[in-house]
């Protein structure tokens, strides 16, 4: 074998890989970019900001809720949300963010307006 298809073939591989990662895993891969006080995602993001990650099988996340997940250790359940203090939709500052429900959402987007 010729060694630059044996290169190709090994970098096809790498990425085949990459796209096995769980969606944790794959959040874990990037930086967050230092913005002030903040965190930020700098991978793909929704319209309204919000970070999205994707997994193997799993679909694809807001970035916020997976580090809330990782750092909690577990998945979070069907009610429950993750907020933002800073009101920074990119963000995933654990200092920054905290679990909560849709009432406490909507509650702490009408103080802040």
């Not at 890989?17 to 993001?45: A, D, I």
């Not at 809330?68 to 500052?93: Q, Y």
């Not at 679990?99 to 406490?104: C, F, I, M, R, S």
């Amino acid at each position: 074998m010729h060694y630059s298809r044996w290169c190709r073939d090994r970098q096809n591989d790498a990425q085949k890989q990459s796209y096995k990662l769980s969606t944790k895993e794959n959040f874990l891969r990037f930086p967050l970019l230092r913005v002030g006080e903040c965190r930020e995602w700098t991978r793909s993001r929704d319209d309204k900001g919000y970070g999205r990650v994707g997994g193997y099988r799993e679909g694809t996340k807001f970035a916020h809720r997976v580090a809330m997940e990782i750092h909690l250790g577990r998945d979070l359940t069907e009610g429950e949300d993750v907020l933002h203090h800073c009101d920074n939709p990119p963000c995933c500052r654990i200092e920054h963010l905290y679990v909560g429900d849709q009432p406490q959402n909507v509650e702490d987007a009408r103080v802040r307006d």
